[in-house]
């Protein structure tokens, strides 16, 4: 049901925004003064000023604008017939038509650039104007044969080149006075996912960052106008992306955008903070900046809001200045680092300091310093979009007062439940966990990205180790050369899928005929194609201080499920079976697994994990104290593999399961495997893998097993002969460890009924940790991992105890033999409830 104006405003109201606008229209006066301002800003932003441009630090960034418009000159000079840009055939093509308005923005912004050589050249904005027009005219103002190919193209990604292009040459529009409200008009047609040439609300395409940069381009479009009314509109209309998120309490039932527990969704169900998360970062943070002053919006409240993105968002999720791959979506096959996604962030982040609360501003600078000392790549200012950005971003390291920190503690672990991914973080190491369930996609495939995706959210981790270049442990090449059956921490059956371009031809499955509507953006296209959601709802977890006890049912997506309704040659793949926990703890990541086995008659594999490195590294692996040089299957109840050359290591306690096969091979492929548009560039790296075989003739089996991230052999041995882990129960039913140095029992319980364990009681699913510290004191943490339950209810046995202190919703109260514990978990979608208790 679309929302009315009247309860749109009620909403951002009871979110605080309303106060972000100002109560009543400008003059005519005040209008012209703010557009001024506002366009005099959005110039400064992207071509930076006489000032900035003058510093020594700009001048790589001013060489490359100059040199990405001499290229496109050049371009435009030897283009042939029907084209405008050398190459770029127009017609039939919609990115080719978008790259050519982003050549033409291209060069336009060197002639604004304070310190190019191409400043003011009125031959070359005149060639820039003239381009525009020939494209109008030929290939985009006719809408009755335009907005062919991807959407976005035509709703955002022309009218960004378009809408910047003429900012920057507003002084010079006086050649052709119709040509603004020409482009302002075809621009409004093309927002057909719009209603009446504006922005829907309620539609699924206008949400996030897609909304941010539909909502920044229609301010400037109304800047260059004069008219308020578009302006006011459109941030109205962009002040929803600053609302949290309540899931259940949907505004034009909108799952994209933030959440509270930190997690950022896009495309409605996929973890997305670092692809899109860091797009609508970089859209809202650039708005902030080019509002400054204009009169238009009180910009500066919004800034403790998008202070909270960057520090509970998209910190944890940054190791050592790397954007871990679990909230990058399709990205993860795209050849441009983890180092280069942090980059965007850093400069988002530079920029709010400038817009922040002095403490706001001191954290920011101080992360910016941080994110610098950590990283192992070099970061390049000259990547960023602003050259005034690379002036504050150049002060801020010269700044000998500012103390280099992160934005939370080195010894955390976070669970962004909303988004069904875990971080783990120690000093030495961070562990990064990909789940899903029946509200979030396991993967996300599209326009031939991220190929071979089937096991991303099955429970898959990476296990970053400090002091490394991730580059040489993760990123596209990591995809490129582990196996997809074989990625860490994953469950698979034993077959050969198909990617989608191998199915069907094409990169989607095209069949709008059927009742379904199968076309490149259609609904069904997203539901069983692009990013299909499971069928359980168990996953999630709970957090104790730094510790973690996190759980999934793995399920099959909903294709399966839906098989009678989707076309005959549509094809599902049936998943393997699981029923897993991770507990985490300081120096061991304890997984239990059970109920795994293949299914329907197939054979399955577990792999505990998977590690690459260069092919010429020193990479040792040891088993139970011997050398291990080839690949096999092996009974150990300890493995270790260790790169010399870069002074890392990982070890793996196997607690119970059966023999494990050891791989060790050499493999080289094409980055194309995994996206089609990549560089055909064959990629070699050292693979190792640690897998549990599951005969497809075999009962479900049981598996339990430790991460040691940075272990040696000593602390192997002793963590495998010892009593410092003790697996309590591993079922389908309950799964529970002890950690008898911590005084630490983790549980998660999957079914209806009551489970004990150590002297632990709790009644049907949930997620718990409790530790007794001495004294008489007891810490507890509970959540509801199905996110459905109204109520927790559990029962510490012994002692009567007394709450000392707790979240809202904890009830305490004796119990004969004990303490029973209640927690209203209702409507809390999955974050825990903690409690200290004492007696």
């Given at each position: 049901?679309?929302?009315?104006?009247?309860?749109?405003?009620?909403?951002?109201?009871?979110?605080?925004?309303?106060?972000?606008?100002?109560?009543?229209?400008?003059?005519?006066?005040?209008?012209?003064?703010?557009?001024?301002?506002?366009?005099?800003?959005?110039?400064?932003?992207?071509?930076?000023?006489?000032e900035s441009n003058a510093r020594p630090e700009t001048a790589a960034k001013l060489a490359a604008i100059v040199a990405t418009a001499k290229a496109g000159l050049k371009s435009l000079d030897e283009a042939g017939p029907g084209e405008l840009f050398k190459g770029l055939a127009l017609g039939t093509n919609?990115?080719?038509?978008?790259?050519?308005?982003?050549?033409?923005?291209?060069?336009?912004?060197?002639?604004?650039?304070?310190?190019?050589?191409?400043?003011?050249?009125?031959?070359?904005?005149?060639?820039?104007?003239?381009?525009?027009?020939?494209?109008?005219?030929?290939?985009?103002?006719?809408?009755?044969?335009?907005?062919?190919?991807?959407?976005?193209?035509?709703?955002?990604?022309?009218?960004?080149?378009?809408?910047?292009?003429?900012?920057?040459?507003?002084?010079?529009?006086?050649?052709?006075?119709?040509?603004?409200?020409?482009?302002?008009?075809?621009?409004?047609?093309?927002?057909?996912?719009?209603?009446?040439?504006?922005?829907?609300?309620?539609?699924?395409?206008?949400?996030?960052?897609?909304?941010?940069?539909?909502?920044?381009?229609?301010?400037?479009?109304?800047?260059?106008?004069?008219?308020?009314?578009?302006?006011?509109?459109?941030?109205?209309?962009?002040?929803?992306?600053?609302?949290?998120?309540?899931?259940?309490?949907?505004?034009?039932?909108?799952?994209?955008?933030?959440?509270?527990?930190?997690?950022?969704?896009?495309?409605?169900?996929?973890?997305?903070?670092?692809?899109?998360?860091?797009?609508?970062?970089?859209?809202?943070?650039?708005?902030?900046?080019?509002?400054?002053?204009?009169?238009?919006?009180?910009?500066?409240?919004?800034?403790?809001?998008?202070?909270?993105?960057?520090?509970?968002?998209?910190?944890?999720?940054?190791?050592?200045?790397?954007?871990?791959?679990?909230?990058?979506?399709?990205?993860?096959?795209?050849?441009?680092?983890?180092?280069?996604?942090?980059?965007?962030?850093?400069?988002?982040?530079?920029?709010?300091?400038?817009?922040?609360?002095?403490?706001?501003?001191?954290?920011?600078?101080?992360?910016?310093?941080?994110?610098?000392?950590?990283?192992?790549?070099?970061?390049?200012?000259?990547?960023?979009?602003?050259?005034?950005?690379?002036?504050?971003?150049?002060?801020?390291?010269?700044?000998?007062?500012?103390?280099?920190?992160?934005?939370?503690?080195?010894?955390?672990?976070?669970?962004?439940?909303?988004?069904?991914?875990?971080?783990?973080?120690?000093?030495?190491?961070?562990?990064?966990?990909?789940?899903?369930?029946?509200?979030?996609?396991?993967?996300?495939?599209?326009?031939?990205?991220?190929?071979?995706?089937?096991?991303?959210?099955?429970?898959?981790?990476?296990?970053?180790?400090?002091?490394?270049?991730?580059?040489?442990?993760?990123?596209?090449?990591?995809?490129?050369?582990v196996s997809p059956y074989g990625l860490a921490g994953v469950t698979a059956p034993v077959e050969q899928r198909r990617t989608i371009p191998e199915s069907y031809g094409t990169p989607y499955y095209d069949n709008p005929g059927h009742p379904l509507n199968f076309t490149p953006s259609s609904e069904s296209?997203?539901?069983?194609?692009?990013?299909?959601?499971?069928?359980?709802?168990?996953?999630?977890?709970?957090?104790?201080?730094?510790?973690?006890?996190?759980?999934?049912?793995?399920?099959?997506?909903?294709?399966?499920?839906?098989?009678?309704?989707?076309?005959?040659?549509?094809?599902?793949?049936?998943?393997?079976?699981?029923?897993?926990?991770?507990?985490?703890?300081?120096?061991?990541?304890?997984?239990?697994?059970?109920?795994?086995?293949?299914?329907?008659?197939?054979?399955?594999?577990?792999?505990?994990?998977?590690?690459?490195?260069?092919?010429?590294?020193?990479?040792?692996?040891?088993?139970?104290?011997?050398?291990?040089?080839?690949?096999?299957?092996?009974?150990?109840?300890?493995?270790?593999?260790?790169?010399?050359?870069?002074?890392?290591?990982?070890?793996?306690?196997?607690?119970?399961?059966?023999?494990?096969?050891?791989?060790?091979?050499?493999?080289?492929?094409?980055?194309?495997?995994?996206?089609?548009?990549?560089?055909?560039?064959?990629?070699?790296?050292?693979?190792?893998?640690?897998?549990?075989?599951?005969?497809?003739?075999?009962?479900?089996?049981?598996?339990?097993?430790?991460?040691?991230?940075?272990?040696?052999?000593?602390?192997?041995?002793?963590?495998?002969?010892?009593?410092?882990?003790?697996?309590?129960?591993?079922?389908?039913?309950?799964?529970?460890?002890?950690?008898?140095?911590?005084?630490?029992?983790a549980l998660n319980s999957f079914t209806q009924g009551r489970h004990h364990a150590a002297g632990v009681s709790v009644d049907g699913p949930a997620s718990v940790l409790v530790r007794r510290t001495g004294r008489g004191r007891t810490s507890l943490a509970v959540a509801d991992p199905t996110t459905r339950?109204?109520?927790?209810?559990?029962?510490?046995?012994?002692?009567?105890?007394?709450?000392?202190?707790?979240?809202?919703?904890?009830?305490?109260?004796?119990?004969?033999?004990?303490?029973?514990?209640?927690?209203?978990?209702?409507?809390?979608?999955?974050?825990?409830?903690?409690?200290?208790?004492?007696?």
């Amino acid at each position: 049901m679309e929302l009315t104006r009247r309860q749109l405003m009620s909403a951002l109201s009871a979110a605080g925004l309303l106060a972000v606008l100002p109560a009543s229209p400008a003059s005519a006066a005040a209008t012209a003064e703010g557009s001024a301002r506002l366009l005099a800003n959005t110039v400064a932003v992207f071509a930076g000023t006489a000032e900035s441009n003058a510093r020594p630090e700009t001048a790589a960034k001013l060489a490359a604008i100059v040199a990405t418009a001499k290229a496109g000159l050049k371009s435009l000079d030897e283009a042939g017939p029907g084209e405008l840009f050398k190459g770029l055939a127009l017609g039939t093509n919609d990115a080719n038509l978008n790259t050519a308005y982003r050549q033409l923005y291209e060069i336009a912004l060197a002639t604004r650039a304070p310190g190019s050589e191409l400043l003011d050249s009125a031959p070359v904005q005149r060639r820039v104007l003239d381009g525009l027009v020939w494209l109008h005219e030929r290939y985009y103002g006719d809408q009755s044969k335009g907005y062919y190919g991807n959407w976005f193209n035509w709703e955002i990604g022309i009218s960004q080149s378009v809408t910047k292009t003429l900012v920057l040459l507003a002084d010079s529009l006086a050649g052709h006075p119709d040509l603004l409200r020409t482009y302002v008009a075809s621009m409004d047609a093309y927002l057909r996912n719009g209603t009446a040439g504006d922005v829907n609300l309620d539609s699924r395409f206008h949400t996030g960052a897609n909304l941010a940069d539909i909502t920044t381009n229609r301010i400037l479009q109304g800047a260059l106008l004069g008219d308020e009314n578009r302006i006011r509109k459109a941030l109205t209309d962009q002040l929803t992306v600053f609302v949290t998120i309540d899931p259940y309490h949907l505004k034009h039932n909108v799952t994209d955008g933030h959440y509270a527990d930190g997690s950022f969704i896009q495309h409605g169900s996929v973890a997305y903070t670092g692809s899109y998360g860091k797009g609508l970062l970089t859209r809202v943070v650039q708005t902030l900046k080019i509002l400054d002053g204009s009169g238009f919006a009180h910009g500066e409240a919004l800034a403790p809001t998008v202070f909270k993105w960057v520090r509970d968002g998209f910190a944890p999720l940054i190791f050592e200045g790397w954007m871990m791959e679990i909230v990058k979506g399709r990205a993860v096959s795209r050849t441009a680092t983890g180092y280069a996604d942090v980059a965007v962030i850093v400069e988002a982040a530079v920029d709010l300091a400038s817009l922040a609360t002095a403490a706001d501003a001191t954290a920011l600078r101080q992360y910016v310093k941080y994110l610098r000392s950590t990283s192992k790549a070099p970061l390049d200012p000259a990547a960023f979009v602003s050259p005034i950005s690379v002036v504050r971003y150049t002060e801020i390291l010269a700044d000998t007062a500012l103390t280099p920190a992160d934005l939370g503690p080195a010894e955390r672990s976070v669970a962004f439940n909303a988004m069904d991914k875990t971080v783990h973080r120690r000093p030495g190491y961070a562990f990064a966990l990909a789940r899903s369930s029946s509200r979030i996609s396991k993967y996300e495939y599209m326009s031939g990205e991220n190929l071979m995706p089937w096991f991303q959210g099955e429970g898959a981790h990476h296990l970053y180790l400090t002091g490394q270049d991730q580059t040489q442990a993760y990123g596209v090449d990591y995809y490129t050369t582990v196996s997809p059956y074989g990625l860490a921490g994953v469950t698979a059956p034993v077959e050969q899928r198909r990617t989608i371009p191998e199915s069907y031809g094409t990169p989607y499955y095209d069949n709008p005929g059927h009742p379904l509507n199968f076309t490149p953006s259609s609904e069904s296209q997203n539901t069983y194609v692009y990013f299909p959601r499971g069928l359980a709802d168990h996953s999630g977890g709970a957090v104790l201080g730094a510790y973690g006890a996190v759980a999934m049912v793995q399920s099959s997506d909903v294709g399966v499920r839906d098989r009678e309704l989707l076309p005959a040659d549509f094809v599902v793949y049936r998943n393997a079976t699981a029923t897993k926990s991770w507990f985490l703890f300081d120096d061991e990541i304890v997984v239990l697994a059970a109920g795994v086995s293949g299914d329907e008659g197939r054979a399955g594999t577990t792999t505990v994990d998977a590690r690459v490195a260069l092919p010429g590294d020193e990479v040792t692996v040891t088993g139970d104290g011997r050398a291990l040089t080839s690949s096999g299957t092996r009974q150990l109840t300890w493995l270790r593999w260790a790169n010399a050359t870069r002074g890392s290591a990982v070890g793996y306690v196997l607690l119970a399961g059966g023999p494990v096969r050891v791989g060790l091979e050499n493999v080289t492929r094409s980055r194309r495997v995994v996206r089609t548009s990549n560089p055909d560039t064959a990629v070699s790296r050292s693979v190792f893998s640690a897998t549990y075989d599951h005969p497809a003739s075999a009962e479900p089996a049981a598996l339990a097993y430790a991460l040691l991230p940075g272990a040696s052999e000593d602390d192997l041995r002793a963590c495998a002969v010892g009593d410092r882990l003790r697996v309590l129960s591993n079922t389908s039913r309950l799964q529970a460890v002890q950690h008898t140095g911590l005084g630490l029992v983790a549980l998660n319980s999957f079914t209806q009924g009551r489970h004990h364990a150590a002297g632990v009681s709790v009644d049907g699913p949930a997620s718990v940790l409790v530790r007794r510290t001495g004294r008489g004191r007891t810490s507890l943490a509970v959540a509801d991992p199905t996110t459905r339950r109204s109520t927790v209810s559990l029962v510490l046995h012994g002692r009567r105890l007394r709450l000392d202190e707790g979240d809202e919703g904890v009830r305490v109260t004796p119990v004969p033999g004990g303490t029973r514990v209640e927690v209203d978990v209702h409507q809390a979608y999955g974050r825990s409830f903690t409690a200290d208790l004492v007696g």
